[in-house]
């Protein structure tokens, strides 16, 4: 591919809108749905943690923002957060580490890009954690003393920080391992690595 296309802001653009409704259409295949908000999906994050890899942090956490507000969105119609019985402080704070932080965090995922693969793979792990601490701190400070929200019976009763680390750890552990050896993968591929410069 010509090396001025690649360069041009028309050419970001566009390739950051299809990455990013590849990623939300992704986000709707859901291997392990968690019955408190998070899921298993099929590599949703895989294709911003490629933008950001592919075009730099700019157009990455450009791209993970809107993400975002996509989740967001799909949280609020599909998900039903409004029907949750949050009050309006807990609300703002689910919007702002559930969705907001946690999914632009992933546009950081190219900060280790020029290091190469190793870099790439380990840019990935580590925007992932990211969304683990967002979510984590979400459920210890948010979610810890609704009765509606405990999934684990009294088993955790009392201790929110095991609580928000055992829910958020079923579906991001997987999760992580799954989009890093993707990652892994697909940026090993020769075309792949011709975008990246890697």
Not at 94 to 122: E, S
Request: with cysteine; hydrophobic share 55%.
């Amino acid at each position: 591919m010509n090396e001025n296309i690649i360069k041009s802001p028309v050419y970001k653009l566009t390739l950051s809108a299809i990455f990013i409704a590849l990623a939300t259409g992704l986000s709707f295949i859901k291997i392990i749905n968690m019955p408190l908000g998070g899921s298993v999906t099929l590599l949703s994050m895989l294709p911003i943690v490629m933008i950001s890899t592919m075009l730099g942090l700019k157009w990455g956490i450009g791209s993970a923002f809107v993400y975002s507000l996509l989740q967001l969105l799909f949280g609020i119609t599909l998900d039903g957060l409004f029907g949750w019985g949050l009050t309006p402080v807990m609300l703002v704070g689910t919007i702002f580490l559930d969705y907001i932080l946690a999914f632009t965090v992933l546009g950081f995922a190219g900060m280790f890009a020029k290091k190469g693969y190793v870099g790439i793979c380990a840019g990935t792990a580590i925007v992932i954690l990211l969304r683990f601490v967002c979510h984590f701190i979400s459920g210890f400070i948010i979610f810890s003393n609704l009765a509606q929200f405990e999934l684990f019976g009294r088993l955790f009763e009392n201790r929110p920080v095991l609580y928000s680390l055992a829910y958020n750890g079923l579906y991001m552990l997987p999760e992580l391992v799954i989009t890093v050896i993707a990652a892994a993968i697909i940026f090993k591929l020769p075309q792949i690595k011709k975008l990246c410069s890697i």
